[in-house]
């Protein structure tokens, strides 16, 4: 009971910013209809109750779970298990994130079904998993993380080329949406796991930073292949803005729990079986210590159904009708102000955010602050949300003039930062990018593309998660910079 009222907690204080916000455009800039209100209020509730289970599964489940396979990975002696391994486990527990199923849902919804969802699922959970298991082994044969990051990004560089703008969009989106409530636990607890089993605790602490990044460029290394595999024509995309659903407030609640029953079953039935083969062979845990992490599942399994009735249902339904309305106002800047808002509010509330600014102030002796680090994440977040929507009101603004002065950015902070500081801003990106980005700011997104009548839906609304994953690399790998800086002054 007291990990569920801890978990509520973390939970509220991540969507109820988001529910103010909606609740205070509703009333003032953007009126709506009363049902609609209430069925976002609905769908909010069910959010808060799913991503509590979830979350309670989670640190019941996965991260016990990733930590003993953590440490089976760097016991062993055969790279095979190795590899093997962390590909099926970065595979299914990316299968099972609820943020990449919302976007691979949104991108099908948006092209009329060009776009198969279980297809991007499958495609980016294999991206995910190859690079995980290659971060795994790099962390047991200590191999450089800025020459891994150098030749992964080389590889998106060189498979961007060849990829149509809104493909682009939706694989750079999918590096923030893969890494979200339920894998970066899982993937930070792995990486623990594997550093604690090394000798050298502190070396392997700090080289185990970048393992959710690293994965995360994996997710985006998936939707680039699909361009290979599938060629559909997926422009001029558009979605209905509509009002309240169904004939009565609970209608589309009570159509939405059928399907949403069978489909969590099959997203963790992988993680479950998974579960008992590593018991047999590799873990030998006590008995209560086994029956507890599949008490998680059952608490895993009734946060996905709520969260996806609350989200498909009522509340994705919200984000489009605000956003449309806000971008019908002739002055744009109102605009994109309150998108600086929406990503200050986004990365403060969004609890993985606080773990991983305490992980940062400990491995840094409290050298580096958790406050300072947030109010750098604050700030990149802030302008990847605004200059999203600058993107969005502007016309010739495309997603790659972001993106690739950004990564150019990145890649030269490298070779000027501290190691551990090249880890740790690429797992900030991914970090960053929570269960509301996906669901609230890429439905926001899409509603302010749809009212602009020059901007393409799948093109310009896509893109929005992958800012997200974007500044915050740059806003952590500077901090590192005055890090060093201030240790070189002190002369340390």
């Known amino acids: 009971m007291n990990v569920l009222l801890s978990k509520l907690k973390e939970v509220l204080s991540a969507v109820l910013p988001i529910v103010i916000f909606v609740v205070i455009l509703s009333f003032t ?27 309670t599964g989670v640190d019941l489940t996965f ?19 190795v590899v093997t391994g962390g590909f099926l486990v970065g595979f299914f527990v990316c299968m099972a ?17 060009a776009l198969s969802s279980i297809l991007i699922r499958i495609l980016v959970a294999a991206g995910a998993g190859v690079l995980l298991a290659v971060g ?63 000798k050298d605790s502190i070396s392997g602490e700090e080289e185990s930073f970048g393992l959710v990044g690293i994965t995360a460029l994996g997710a985006v290394f998936g939707v680039l292949l699909l361009n290979m595999l599938v060629k559909t024509d997926t422009t001029g995309g558009a979605i209905e803005i ?39 062979l590799k873990f030998h845990l006590p008995a209560k ?54 990503g200050i509010l986004i990365v ?9 600014t305490h992980q940062i102030e400990d491995v840094t002796n409290g050298h580096i602050k958790r406050k300072t680090v947030l109010i750098f994440l604050a700030a990149g977040v802030a302008f990847a949300v605004g200059l999203s929507m600058l993107r969005i009101v502007v016309p010739g603004i495309m997603l790659w003039h972001y993106l690739l002065p950004g990564y150019v950015a990145a890649v030269t902070l490298m070779a000027i930062t501290p190691k551990l500081f090249v880890g740790i801003g690429f797992d900030s990106g991914a970090v960053a990018a929570g269960p509301m980005t996906a ?54």
């Not at 396979?69 to 298990?81: I, T």
């Not at 994130?97 to 079904?113: F, H, M, N, W």
């Not at 450089?144 to 990051?149: E, G, I, V, W």
């Not at 659903?245 to 589309?252: C, H, K, N």
């Open 348 to 356: 403060l509330t969004e609890p993985a955010v606080y773990v991983f």
């Open 29 to 55: 800039l953007v009126p709506v209809p009363p049902a609609s209100l209430f069925q976002f209020l609905i769908g909010a509730a069910a959010i808060i109750i799913g991503l509590t289970l979830i979350l």
């Open 439 to 492: 669901t609230f700011v890429l439905a926001f997104s899409q509603g302010v593309s749809e009212a602009v009548v020059y901007s393409d839906v799948m093109m310009d609304s896509f893109g929005v998660i992958a800012m997200i994953t974007l500044m915050p690399i740059l806003a952590l790998q500077s901090l590192g910079f005055i890090y060093k800086l201030k240790l070189r002054k002190s002369g340390g």
């Open 242 to 280: 509509s009002g309240p659903s169904g004939d009565t407030i609970f209608a589309p609640f009570i159509a939405e729990m059928p399907g949403v029953a069978v489909s969590s079953v099959f997203t963790l039935a992988p993680i479950f079986v998974m579960l008992f083969i590593f018991q047999k």
């Open 97 to 113: 994130e609820p943020s990449i199923q919302v976007l691979a849902e949104q991108a099908s919804l948006v092209t009329g079904g």
């Open 136 to 198: 795994i082994t790099r962390i047991i044969k200590i191999f450089s993380m800025r020459k891994l990051l150098n030749i992964v990004l080389a590889a998106v560089v060189v498979l961007s080329v060849f990829t149509p703008a809104d493909l682009f969009a939706i694989a750079f989106d999918a590096a923030g949406s893969a890494t979200g409530a339920v894998t970066v636990p899982f993937i930070l607890s792995l990486a623990l796991g594997t550093a604690a089993a090394r």
């Open 289 to 342: 210590a086994f029956n507890k992490m599949l008490k998680g599942f059952l608490y895993a399994y009734l946060g996905l159904f709520l969260f996806f009735v609350g989200v498909n249902a009522g509340f994705m339904n919200m984000g489009n009708m605000i956003g449309y309305g806000l971008a019908a106002f002739d002055n744009k800047v109102i605009l994109v102000g309150l998108g600086f808002v929406l």
């Open 63 to 81: 991260l016990p779970l990733g930590y003993h396979m953590g440490k089976s990975f760097l016991h062993s002696n055969k790279l095979l298990f």
